[in-house]
């Protein structure tokens, strides 16, 4: 079996997305450009693959893009020894076969040129106008020597925001990931694995949220491969051990075919091979695997009507599998995705899976927002004050994101939890009572959808109805419930700290942490602690982590720990008397304490007088693999620390959740613990419970 046929990207290939052969391109690039009249050689395919899609473009503004690129990067070499401008045309022809128009396409092969060439914005911006320029812009990263180790997670939020008032910004980003990440080998393996793990935790998610199937089942199956080389090969080995298991498909193709003929309906039915990924999940869920569950039978039709028509016809010759009927076009996912779900049994019993869709659905079902060409282009676009483009196209995922953003000021605070909010793997859709709908992540309680469709004004929210019927607020919400949120009339009402227990959605958390961080009033000390309260005693407060001791410059007063910022030794502290003669201890950091000294709030001196016998609550998030639990406790061991609990949730998505509350014999090892955790093969991220640690 050929490389190319049991390379990770074999499937993605096949529906579409060809590799161009480097080389061959590397050699037309040395050549130059070709006349003023002429598109130049190494441009045939782009322009091949965009005329398909769009025939009647202007090629021109391609021909000057590619001038000014190949000039830039002359001299330039990839680490393979391809000429650099091998890259940016390989990330245009990606974007040329999901359909891009022609202003994606002329920013795609001009990236690269602000970022490591003498080319500025300004002269992008003088030759090819505003919009080229914002997208090159958008995807430009920051300098390191600049930002140091926050380059990283600043340049996601510069894309993020650039993103929100365009989405091509992250179709360009997405297809420069997918290029890097075909040509990654020749990388050291430490930079694989880091790469792919960003990959992963950042760039599939927003591929998926903005639709773009056809990158990101390719991303995937290079990650999976980088990142866990032994299940991959199992996998590889699984498909090329089965390599006819196609015909069992094939031939139920052909029954359907002629069902639908007989019936009148046009349609053309397709195998679609399940990618690496794909088949991997299949086999964890289903255990041995059938000739039919390597692949799905796509059956592509005219209009929308014929879909359902499509649908009645299978499930009246055929015996269908009604638990896995979904509709997706009466209720679209919150991608753009749409497509209706069935399953059917053979005569031999073996079940296939069908999708059923129009051409069009199928356009965007591969190439999700890039299949918009310019979303702005028909869309009648407003220019709010702040000089902003308001864009009707932002999906609500992304509007939520960028709310939440504003408040991470801290940019390891902002990339923790953009992880954290993209690991949610499943949206829901929530009809309000008023009219209208709200995408939620899975698990998202009234809480949730009452700062999703209030703001702030969430704050004095006092109960939900759910389906009609009076509900608590830690309700938690499933796929298609009506929600009606009863708000306060009193501006003055505010959340209470137990709502932070019911969250899922950061801007709701960083809504309500800001709110009780401006209203230390409102924080009340838990009606039991673990033993009597004195000056200089803390107990955890409601969210916090540590047990320790401060000392206050305030005679008789009692301290408690923020629950907007957690504050353990040996963090740099401040604090601010509250009512009933209390202290609240916050980090300096904390943007409550600059809130706070604002409004003319004195802060009053703390300090930590024993830092030892710290206590502390970390999450560990990894992927499941044997021995994890083992090493994982292992290096906690080795760092000196004690277990006090641990609980470990059943896997989702093979992603592994690990609670674990530890005594430290010193407070200033915790940044060393939980380096020991992150660097455990599997475990993608350590982080500190934002609640009180358990009893």
């Known amino acids: ?391 009707p196209t932002r999906p609500g995922w992304l509007s939520r994101l960028l709310e939440w953003q504003q408040a991470a000021t801290d940019p390891d605070t902002f990339w923790t939890t953009l992880r954290a909010d993209l690991a949610q793997d499943r949206e829901i859709t929530v009809f309000r009572a008023e009219g209208g709908m709200l995408g939620l992540p899975a698990g998202a309680t009234c809480v949730d959808a009452a700062y999703a469709q209030h703001g702030e004004a969430a704050h004095g929210c006092l109960g939900a109805r759910v389906n009609g019927r009076l509900a608590p607020l830690s309700t938690v919400l499933n796929d298609g419930d009506t929600v009606q949120l009863l708000l306060a009339q009193d501006a003055t009402s505010g959340p209470s700290p137990e709502w932070l227990d019911h969250v899922r959605t950061p801007a709701a958390r960083i809504a309500i942490g800001g709110w009780l961080a401006a209203h230390p009033e409102a924080v009340k000390l838990p009606a039991a602690a673990p033993r009597a309260p004195s000056p200089s005693a803390v107990g955890a407060g409601p969210r916090g982590d540590a047990n320790a001791v401060v000392d206050v410059d305030l005679p008789s007063a009692t301290v408690r720990l923020a629950g907007c910022c957690t504050p353990v030794p040996p963090d740099a502290v401040t604090g601010f008397p509250v009512r009933g003669g209390a202290v609240t201890v916050h980090r300096r950091e904390c943007p409550a304490v600059a809130r706070m000294e604002a409004i003319g709030r004195r802060p009053v001196a703390v300090s930590w007088t024993d830092v030892a016998e710290c206590r502390v609550t970390l999450y560990a998030e990894s992927f499941g693999r044997p021995r994890l639990l083992a090493d994982l406790t292992e290096a906690i061991a080795t760092e000196g620390a004690a277990i006090i609990s641990a609980t470990v949730e059943p896997p989702s998505e093979q992603r592994v959740r690990h609670t674990y509350t530890l005594q430290l014999p010193d407070a200033a090892g915790l940044p060393g613990l939980m380096r020991a955790m992150r660097d455990v093969p599997g475990v993608y991220d350590v982080s500190r419970a934002q609640h009180r640690a358990p009893a």
Request: aromatic letters at 4%; charged letters at 25%; glycine letters at 6%.
């Open 1 to 391: 079996m050929s490389a190319e046929a049991t390379s990770p990207g074999a499937h993605s290939r096949r529906r579409g997305l060809p590799r161009i052969d480097l080389r061959r391109l590397g050699r037309a690039a040395l050549l130059g450009p070709a006349s003023r009249d002429r598109l130049p050689d190494a441009m045939g395919h782009v322009a091949d693959a965009h005329r398909a899609h769009h025939p009647d473009a202007d090629l021109a503004v391609l021909r000057r893009a590619y001038v000014l690129a190949e000039a830039s990067h002359r001299g330039q070499y990839r680490k393979s020894g391809d000429p650099y401008i091998t890259h940016p045309l390989a990330v245009t022809l990606i974007l040329a076969e999901l359909g891009a128009e022609t202003t994606t396409l002329t920013a795609s092969l001009l990236h690269d040129t602000v970022e490591d060439t003498d080319v500025t914005l300004d002269q992008v911006r003088a030759e090819f106008g505003d919009e080229v320029c914002y997208l090159v812009d958008g995807v430009t990263k920051l300098e390191k020597v600049d930002y140091g180790a926050a380059a990283e997670p600043e340049t996601f939020r510069k894309m993020l925001v650039a993103t929100g008032n365009d989405v091509r910004v992250m179709s360009i980003k997405l297809a420069d990931r997918l290029h890097n990440m075909r040509t990654l080998g020749v990388m050291r393996p430490e930079k694989q694995a880091r790469i792919a793990k960003v990959t992963r935790d950042v760039l599939i998610p927003l591929a998926e949220r903005l639709g773009v199937q056809a990158l990101k089942t390719e991303l995937e199956d290079l990650v999976f491969a980088i990142l866990r080389p032994e299940e991959y090969e199992e996998t590889r080995a699984l498909i090329a051990d089965n390599a006819t298991a196609g015909d069992a498909l094939a031939a139920i193709s052909e029954d359907v075919r002629k069902v639908l003929r007989e019936a009148g309906i046009s349609a053309e039915v397709l195998v679609r091979p399940r990618h690496f990924v794909s088949v991997h999940r299949s086999r964890l869920k289903r255990g041995e695997l059938r000739g039919t569950d390597f692949g799905r039978l796509l059956v592509l039709v005219g209009e929308d009507a014929d879909c359902y028509g499509v649908l009645g016809e299978l499930h009246t010759c055929f015996t269908p599998v009604i638990s896995e009927f979904k509709d997706f076009i009466a209720a679209p996912k919150f991608n753009l995705y749409q497509s209706l779900h069935t399953a059917v049994a053979g005569p031999d019993g073996a079940v296939a899976e069908v999708l059923i869709r129009t051409h069009q659905m199928h356009q965007v079902a591969e190439a999700g927002v890039v299949a918009l060409g310019n979303p702005y282009a028909s869309a009648e676009l407003t220019e709010p004050q702040d000089g902003e483009r308001a864009d």
